[in-house]
Nanobody, 117 residues
Framework: VQLQASGGGLVQAGGSLRLSCTAS????????MGWYRQAPGKQRELVAV???????NYADSVKGRFTISRDNTKNTVYLQSNSLKPEDTAVYYC????????????WGQGTQVTVSS
């Protein structure tokens, strides 16, 4: 399983970014995908997840601002991030959870998001 994330960058507060993560080596439509983030000196935290049935769940800190979605035809999960705040600055990682299928949890390489005030 390989996960390739992209879309990070530098943006001013109030701006938007769309992160993408493309998976290979997996039956994408069957697995839960997620986005996590890790800021300097802090633990990695959940941002959002989308199940194989397209149900979603969000961290309270991003509700109403971020939207997770998936395109099973492209094996890709997206994170649309709007109204960005300086505290959203972190390395964002995509995640594939194959444990319900008897597999493991896999991580992408991370993409840096920096929000300037």
């Amino acid at each position: 399983v390989q996960l390739q994330a992209s879309g990070g960058g530098l943006v001013q507060a109030g701006g938007s970014l769309r992160l993408s993560c493309t998976a290979s080596g997996v039956i994408f439509r069957l697995i839960e995908m997620g986005w996590y983030r890790q800021a300097p000196g802090k633990q990695r935290e959940l941002v959002a997840v989308v199940t194989s049935g397209a149900s979603t769940n969000y961290a309270d800190s991003v509700k109403g601002r971020f939207t997770i979605s998936r395109d099973n035809t492209k094996n890709t999960v997206y994170l649309q991030s709007n109204s960005l705040k300086p505290e959203d600055t972190a390395v964002y990682y995509c995640n594939a959870d194959l444990r319900p299928l008897g597999g493991a949890v896999y991580w992408g390489q991370g993409t840096q998001v920096t929000v300037s005030s």
